[in-house]
C-alpha cells in the first residue's frame, strides 16, 4: 500500500479544509499517516484510514443512503481501504459503486469532508477509530440502486427528510451540496 499511503498524505496535506474542526482532524490524519506506515490497513489499530462516498443526484436535492447492516444506521457509502486501491478517491468510489450498485458513479477526487469515529464491530481485538475521508459522487447514467451483503436498505432521501439528524452527516451532505455550486 505504499503508493496508497504516498497518495493518501498527499490528498490530505494539500486538502483545504472547510472549517477549523475539519481542519484539526486534517491534521491528526496526516500525522497518523506520518507515524504509522500501515495507518492504511484495517489491522493497523486502534485507529485507521477509511473511504467513502456520498452520493447526490444531478442537482443535490436527493442523497443515496444505505442503512448499514452492522451499525442499524443509515450512512452514506464507505469502508476500508483494499491493496488494489491506487488512490483514496479511487477507494471512495470503489465502496459506493459495490455497496450502491451503481456502476457510472462519477466520484470528484477532492475530499469533501473528514468523519473522525469510534466503531465497536470492525475489528476483535475492540473498538477502533475511523480517519474517514469522504468524497462526493454524482449519478452517472445509473440511478436505481440494488441493496448490497453489507446493506438493509438503500433509499434516495430529499436532503430536507434525512432519516437522521447526525450533525456528522448533515454537515457531510451540506458540504457534498455546497461543492455542487
Known amino acids: 500500500m505504499s503508493d496508497l499511503h504516498a497518495d493518501a498524505v498527499a490528498a490530505l496535506t494539500t486538502w ?14 496526516v500525522d497518523h499517516l506520518l ?16 473511504a467513502g462516498a456520498l452520493v447526490l443526484d444531478a442537482d443535490g436535492s436527493h442523497v443515496l443512503l444505505n442503512l448499514h447492516r452492522k451499525a442499524q444506521r443509515w450512512f452514506a457509502f ?3 481501504l483494499e491493496p488494489e486501491d491506487a488512490t483514496l478517491a479511487a477507494a471512495a468510489l470503489r465502496e459506493a459503486t459495490e455497496e450502491s450498485g451503481l456502476p457510472d458513479l462519477v466520484l470528484d477526487p477532492v475530499p469533501v469532508h473528514l ?4 466503531v465497536d464491530f470492525c475489528n ?10 469522504r468524497f462526493l459522487a454524482r449519478l452517472g447514467a445509473s440511478d436505481v440502486p440494488v441493496v448490497s451483503d453489507e446493506s438493509l436498505d438503500i433509499r434516495w432521501f430529499d436532503v430536507d427528510d434525512l432519516p437522521t439528524d ?4 448533515l454537515d457531510l451532505i451540506r458540504l457534498a451540496r455546497a461543492r455542487l455550486g
Open 78 to 80: 464507505g469502508g476500508h
Open 115 to 118: 468523519s473522525l469515529h469510534a
Open 124 to 133: 476483535p481485538r475492540g473498538t477502533v477509530r475511523h480517519l474517514d475521508v
Open 166 to 169: 447526525e450533525p456528522d452527516m
Open 16 to 29: 483545504n479544509a472547510p472549517d477549523e474542526a475539519q481542519e484539526k482532524w486534517r491534521l491528526e490524519y
Open 35 to 50: 507515524r504509522e506506515p500501515e495507518g492504511l490497513a484495517k489491522a493497523c489499530f486502534p485507529d485507521h484510514l477509511t
